[in-house]
T-cell receptor, first 111, second 115 residues
Framework: DQQVKQNSPSLSVQEGRISILNCDYTNSMFDYFLWYKKYPAEGPTFLISISSIKDKNEDGRFTVFLNKSAKHLSLHIVPSQPGDSAVYFCAASQYGNKLVFGAGTILRVKS | ETGVTQTPRHLVMGMTNKKSLKCEQHLGHNAMYWYKQSAKKPLELMFVYNFKEQTENNSVPSRFSPECPNSSHLFLHLHTLQPEDSALYLC??????????????FGPGTRLTVL
């Protein structure tokens, strides 16, 4: 039973436009959510996070939105750049100890 | 060295071999993790160590044997693996001090191929 789902395996976006990556979760006890970015042959790199007491967190070009009632979070990247092309994983935790990951979304930013 | 390092980066082994994966974190963290990433699957948590003590074993077969001699080092000893164990093995660490929700930081992974 997958508690964290990324239903879009891939996304293609033109350079300069907005990229929106989505993630759904089923466990209402999750209280912390993260996005990681992964390049081939490298480990995941932390990108941005949000706690359940917030509904938005922004860091430069990256904004994460959390909709607790819908159990949905999204990552917005604007403007998208070719270097953003990677696999993006969302993850969720309860009390911080264990992360549950989604399967990932491949983002391709075309120049 | 900074962050989380893993060696070797690539490993090819036969089913009868014994090998070990090493992870070292230079972040002063006190929790360390082993994950397995198979193709097109989510990262699967294998083991969790807090202050050198194993706090979670996610039903991992005994042919994988973790060791955590101190808070900075984590090993994964491998023996009599199967071809389906071929995957990317990732180590991560985090601090357990402060509020919940601390971020895990990952190493680059070891790409393991079992022949």
């Amino acid at each position: 039973d997958q508690q964290v789902k990324q239903n879009s395996p891939s996304l293609s976006v033109q350079e300069g436009r907005i990229s929106i990556l989505n993630c759904d979760y089923t466990n209402s006890m999750f209280d912390y959510f993260l996005w990681y970015k992964k390049y081939p042959a490298e480990g995941p790199t932390f990108l941005i996070s949000i706690s359940s007491i917030k509904d938005k967190n922004e860091d430069g070009r990256f904004t994460v939105f959390l909709n607790k009632s819908a159990k949905h979070l999204s990552l917005h990247i604007v403007p998208s750049q070719p270097g953003d092309s990677a696999v993006y994983f969302c993850a969720a935790s309860q009390y911080g100890n264990k992360l549950v990951f989604g399967a990932g979304t491949i983002l391709r930013v075309k120049s | 060295e900074t962050g989380v390092t893993q060696t070797p980066r690539h490993l090819v082994m036969g089913m009868t071999n014994k090998k070990s994966l090493k992870c070292e974190q230079h972040l002063g963290h006190n929790a360390m993790y082993w994950y397995k990433q198979s193709a097109k699957k989510p990262l699967e948590l294998m083991f969790v160590y807090n202050f050198k003590e194993q706090t979670e074993n996610n039903s991992v077969p005994s042919r994988f044997s973790p060791e955590c001699p101190n808070s900075s080092h984590l090993f994964l000893h491998l023996h009599t693996l199967q071809p389906e164990d071929s995957a990317l093995y990732l180590c991560a660490s985090r601090t357990t001090s402060g509020a919940w929700g601390d971020t895990q930081y990952f190493g680059p992974g070891t790409r393991l191929t079992v022949l």
